[in-house]
């Protein structure tokens, strides 16, 4: 569970400023707030089945853009390059070109 938690909470990161106000909040509010479907659905007044329902949906939309575009991918493979660098870097080996990659590499984030 928190292995997904975690995912949602990249992906939403990453995808959120394609979602609407309402599945931006709602998705906020259950991954980055902890709030319970109740909590949620007491807030905006409206059910536990249709906080659930649009939380579902929205979590399929992002896997489809995640799909699509690959950035949590592609956040994650720079971030694994950024951490073998470092470890050759460590070592004393190339260190200042290596040095110079990683910087490079971390303002792309």
């Not at 909470?9 to 980055?32: E, G, V, W």
């Not at 575009?69 to 971030?79: A, H, N, W, Y």
Request: overall charge negative.
């Amino acid at each position: 569970m928190l292995e997904k938690t975690n995912r949602m909470n990249y992906l939403y990161d990453f995808y959120q400023a394609l979602l609407t106000p309402k599945q931006s909040s709602y998705m906020a509010l259950y991954y980055l707030d902890d709030y319970s479907l109740g909590e949620i659905a007491e807030e905006y007044d409206v059910s536990r089945q249709a906080v659930y329902d649009n939380i579902k949906r929205t979590e399929a939309m992002l896997e489809e853009y995640e799909e699509k575009l690959l950035l949590f991918e592609k956040f994650q493979k720079r971030i694994e390059l950024i951490s073998k660098m470092k470890k050759l870097v460590g070592n004393g080996e190339n260190s200042g070109d290596l040095a110079e990659m990683i910087a490079e590499l971390e303002k792309l984030d």
